[in-house]
């Protein structure tokens, strides 16, 4: 029986790896959302549930390592289940989801998962069973070069884990071919991949301190409008720094314009450098197109609720807010809803 008041769950996917800004993203989503989420395993609010899909591995840990697997592997993970229940989500339907427990290694007693307005499946593989892959409403990919995921892991696992750099390099070439083969292609289906690159405002910027991030849009995808900057189908370069938006070293530079990417057709919209002062942001927000924010400002005031949340004064912040605004307006789309402003 359907749950009072959905009429059309909306299911969106988030791939990326482990340590590439998933939960920083997903904080930013469920504040555009204004969604109150319990600290169950599986959060879930009056609105919006998000699922880790950790939880449908296989084996666990200690079997693993019997079937000599990793847990990027198509093998160590129950897809036909994944299908299964995302389907009876999407028709509104509860379930019992399994548990992986990343503290103990093993799977905990599964827990009950009712319908809801909007579902967000996140983790390694959204994308990879066509059968999963065909209920998302939209599909994002969070795309970190080897280069910036490596600064991230160091400053992470050896600052506050004790890690040594050994360790962190060995891990991270252990991963790279069930990554390439299981992982990575995902992103040439996605509607929107948000690339995140070393920049190339700075010659030799080894900690990956500024960044050069790119939110690629598939034009295929009709579930939303494609952002753009001062004018739709343009090519442009824009450098925003002088009287209305003050620059320190190493400045900003924007770029948009159609692309193509695996072959598809796209729209890129590429931001390098950092902001001095995040309220000025409002200068670059009136300058984007289609955005779907719901009042003007309404971009720049959500990365002024996160100003400490990593990567707020770069593309990453920019691009995860927009791409926030893009599951909002296809929750619209699907649902013929309204959404009020939180
Ligand atoms: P995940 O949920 O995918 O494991 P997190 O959001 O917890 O990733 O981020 C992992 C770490 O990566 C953060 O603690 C931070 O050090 C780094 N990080 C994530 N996003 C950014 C960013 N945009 N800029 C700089 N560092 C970042
Ligand atoms: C990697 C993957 C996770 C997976 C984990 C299992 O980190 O990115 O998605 O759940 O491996 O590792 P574990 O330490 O629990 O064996």
Redesign the pocket.
């Known amino acids: 029986m359907k749950q009072k008041g959905i009429e059309r769950p909306v299911i969106i996917g988030v791939a990326a790896?482990?340590g590439c800004g998933k939960s920083t993203f997903l904080r930013r989503v469920l504040n555009i959302f204004g969604a109150q989420v319990s600290k169950a395993h599986t959060p879930q609010g009056d609105f919006i549930t998000v699922i880790c899909l950790?939880d449908y591995?296989y084996h666990d840990?200690k079997g693993?390592k019997v079937a000599n697997v990793?847990?990027?592997d198509e093998k160590a993970n129950n897809f036909t289940l994944m299908a299964a229940q995302v389907k009876a989500l999407k028709e509104g339907k509860a379930i019992y989801k399994p548990i992986?427990n990343?503290d103990t290694?093993e799977h905990d007693p599964s827990e009950l998962i009712e319908p809801n307005h909007l579902v967000v499946i996140e983790?390694?593989h959204p994308m990879y069973d066509p059968r999963v892959a065909e209920l998302l409403d939209l599909s994002v990919y969070m795309d970190v070069s080897d280069e910036v995921k490596l600064s991230w892991k160091v400053q992470r696992d050896m600052a506050e884990r004790g890690h040594t750099l050994e360790n962190i390099l060995a891990s991270i070439e252990s991963?790279k071919p069930d990554f390439a083969q299981f992982v990575d292609p995902q992103k040439k289906k996605a509607d929107i991949v948000l690339n995140i690159l070393p920049t190339q405002l700075v010659p030799d910027d080894k900690e990956n301190k500024y960044l050069r991030v790119q939110m690629i849009q598939r034009e295929a995808a009709t579930n939303f409008a494609k952002v753009s900057i001062f004018d739709e189908g343009s090519t442009i370069d824009w450098v925003p720094c002088g009287r209305k938006l003050s620059c320190s070293y190493p400045g900003i530079k924007f770029h948009y314009g159609p692309d193509s990417y695996f072959g598809e057709d796209v729209t890129v919209l590429e931001m390098d450098g950092v902001v001095e002062k995040l309220d000025e942001m409002i200068y670059v927000e009136s300058h984007l197109n289609n955005t779907e924010t719901k009042f003007y400002g309404e971009m720049t005031q959500q990365l002024l609720k996160n100003p400490t949340a990593p990567g707020t004064f770069n593309g990453t912040g920019l691009f995860q807010v927009l791409i926030a605004l893009k599951m909002r307006e296809v929750y619209e789309k699907c649902t013929g809803r309204k959404l009020s402003v939180n």
Request: no cysteine; net charge positive; glycine share 14%.
């Open positions: 790896d482990s950790d591995h840990r693993r990793t847990a990027l992986y990343h290694g983790g390694l991963r």
